[in-house]
């Protein structure tokens, strides 16, 4: 069972494909889920800097997984062919599962038939924690791969995008490469990503501003060259450890395949001075994160075409048309995230 601790953390945002805008699901999230800056009365500190010396807070993983989030329902805010269904529906069946090994599964419906353009139904949780700051380390022994389909693990705030969106998995169709990206509003200053800068990285820069709104929301960020980095690249591989460190210093974020795990990270004494050149990183010298991104609620969840992979269906490879693809339910057998654990440091 995670710990329930007091202290807060706040967050960035994540981008779509190159070049193209995924608009929706994380602008309609933030007006429909929080509304305001802080529904709890709680404040936002400012983050601290950082630190080699973590401490578990929260910790997300096996038989109580489900009591730390919040089942989102209704219809997809990106127009996607799913339909979001409640904790109780999704569990009964077998949409929400935690195996005896205690990995925690959430997916996409693969066993019922439905119409051609019609809606299956899917999953998608976010924290009942918010979050302005921290390392958080999410270990996944498989993602949702496949045509029409558009994984995401993510956060965000409320008035989206005042109080940010951080992307660190997003992907669609048969895309090999996972996409980093922030989000960030225009009240409090400019924010982008200066691909000139001191910071290293090893991922590929798609877009260096930031400032999102609902007609313009590519947002600033990165493609991973490593194949290993999303979809069944990543799933080949048995998985691995997404990481992101979100401090007043910056947000960085790491991909490890499972193979390449940091010992620190799996004996939960993580240090992220000792890591690798992260895959993604953006500098407070450009960006004001603190004023950017707060209030965090994490997200997990799946949708089908819609805005993203709908409209890039056809410039994917993939057969037929995304409508016809949702009424066959073999096509969402990979439609799954294995998660092992999510662990929140500060």
């Known amino acids: 069972m995670h710990a329930l601790s007091t ?3 706040c967050a960035l945002p994540l981008t779509a494909f190159a070049g193209q805008s995924h608009r929706g699901a994380r602008y309609y999230y933030e007006r429909k889920l929080h509304g305001t800056r ?17 401490k578990l807070a929260d910790l997300y993983q096996g038989s109580n997984f489900f009591e730390g989030w919040n089942f989102f329902t209704g219809s997809d805010p990106t127009h996607g062919n799913v339909e979001f269904v409640s904790q ?29 353009g019609g809606n299956r139904n899917s999953v998608r949780i976010s924290s009942k924690k918010s979050y302005s700051s921290g390392l958080f380390i999410a270990d996944f022994g498989a993602m949702p791969a496949g045509c029409g389909i558009w994984p995401a693990w993510w956060s965000a705030g409320p008035n989206w995008p005042t109080s940010g ?29 200066d691909k000139n800068a001191t910071e290293d990285f090893t991922s ?48 960085k974020m790491w991909h490890f395949a499972r193979s390449k795990i940091p010992s620190d990270i799996t004996a939960k004494k993580p240090n992220p ?13 450009t960006c004001d994160i603190s004023n950017h991104f707060f209030d965090h609620a994490l997200t997990i969840d799946t949708t089908v075409c819609g805005d993203w992979a709908g409209d890039a269906y056809a410039s994917s490879g993939c057969p037929g048309t995304c409508s016809d693809l949702v009424a066959d339910p073999k096509n969402f057998v990979d439609a799954k995230w294995k998660i092992n654990y999510i662990a929140v440091y500060q």
């Open 165 to 193: 969106e951080v992307d660190v998995v997003e992907g669609i169709n048969n895309q090999k490469n996972n996409q980093y990206t922030l989000h960030s509003g225009s009240s409090n200053g400019t924010c982008t990503l």
């Open 88 to 116: 109780k529906d999704a569990q009964s069946q077998g949409l929400a599962v935690v195996n005896s090994d205690n990995t925690t599964v959430i997916g996409v419906d693969d066993k019922s038939t439905v119409p051609k």
């Open 204 to 251: 590929n820069v798609l877009g260096t501003q930031c400032q999102s709104s609902n007609g313009d929301d590519s947002g600033c960020g990165f493609s991973d060259p490593d194949p290993t980095s999303f979809g069944q690249g990543f799933n080949n591989v048995s998985g691995g450890v997404y990481a992101h460190l979100w401090n007043n210093e910056g947000i």
């Open 7 to 9: 202290f807060l953390l």
């Open 38 to 54: 802080s529904s709890s009365g709680s404040t936002c500190t400012k983050p601290p800097s950082t630190n080699s010396t973590y």
């Open 273 to 285: 001075t000792s890591w690798p050149t992260p895959a993604a990183a953006w500098s407070s010298k």
